[in-house]
């Protein structure tokens, strides 16, 4: 909730989580973000990298470099040309793709190799790492995961891959020590909400989509806190191997 670092110490105490959102990007934000990060650090609070844009300019993608120097992620979130940004500023000769801005863009991927970027980018940083797309995949350096969940409309909306970091948080502090299950957990409830919210009838687009989906997220919320966790049985999740890819 805070832009002010010199906050941070205070917040962190408090026990919940911070996400470092790159969506403005300036000096001053920059040192903000590795200052609130090393007080969360400091108490062991879980810390979520959303590297917005990442792959648009030099300064993001130094950025990006400045604070994973700055200290340690629980888990970096975002979208194949993000994820790829990460990776690439710290691996000797990695290859820097190009974004216009926060866009996904058309991937010319195939699953197994997004799994194996994101799989090598948690071991390496010891973390979780969570690339969205239309089949999300998350890793923590040994499980990798691929999710099938979600609707088109998400990506029609402008804030969902930052909601969903926030949702992350969320769950990383209610479930301390199992962030692997927290991350999934996570992104499996925005999923299936935005499919839950797609199938109304009263929903005919992106713009009454917004609302409907707030709606089931607060009505998977209330299910689940009156331990009815039916809406899970809608999860699409299988494993990636990648130890044979090359």
């Known amino acids: 909730m805070s832009n002010n670092g010199l906050e941070a110490p205070d917040l962190a105490r408090l026990g919940g989580s911070l996400v470092v959102n790159m969506g403005t990007v300036t000096p001053e934000g920059v040192s903000n973000y590795a200052y609130a990060l090393r007080a969360y650090n400091a108490v062991g609070g879980p810390v979520v990298l959303d590297p917005v844009g990442a792959g648009a300019t030099q ?13 340690y992620f629980d888990v970096i979130k975002g979208n194949e040309n993000e994820v790829n940004t990460v990776f690439a500023v710290n691996s000797p000769g990695g ?94 409830m925005y999923e299936i909400a935005a499919e839950r919210a797609a199938a109304r009838e009263d929903v005919k687009g992106p713009g009454t989509f ?18 009815d966790s039916v809406w899970l049985e809608a999860a699409k999740v299988e494993k990636i191997e990648t130890g044979d890819i090359d």
């Open 59 to 71: 300064q993001r993608r130094e950025a990006v470099k400045s604070l994973l120097a700055a200290g």
């Open 95 to 188: 290859q820097l793709p190009q974004q216009r801005g926060v866009d996904s863009g058309a991937s010319n991927s195939s699953l197994e190799e997004k799994a194996k970027v994101v799989e090598e980018l948690a071991r390496r940083e010891k973390n979780i790492v969570v690339m969205t797309g239309a089949v999300d995949v998350l890793s923590d350096g040994s499980t990798t995961l691929a999710i099938r969940n979600g609707h088109e409309y998400l990506g029609a909306i402008t804030g969902s891959g930052c909601t969903l970091g926030t949702t992350i948080a969320a769950f990383l502090a209610a479930a301390k020590g199992e962030k692997l299950v927290a991350a999934l957990a996570a992104v499996l």
């Open 210 to 227: 917004v609302p409907a989906f707030l709606d089931e997220l607060y009505r998977i919320k209330k299910e689940t806190t009156e331990g």
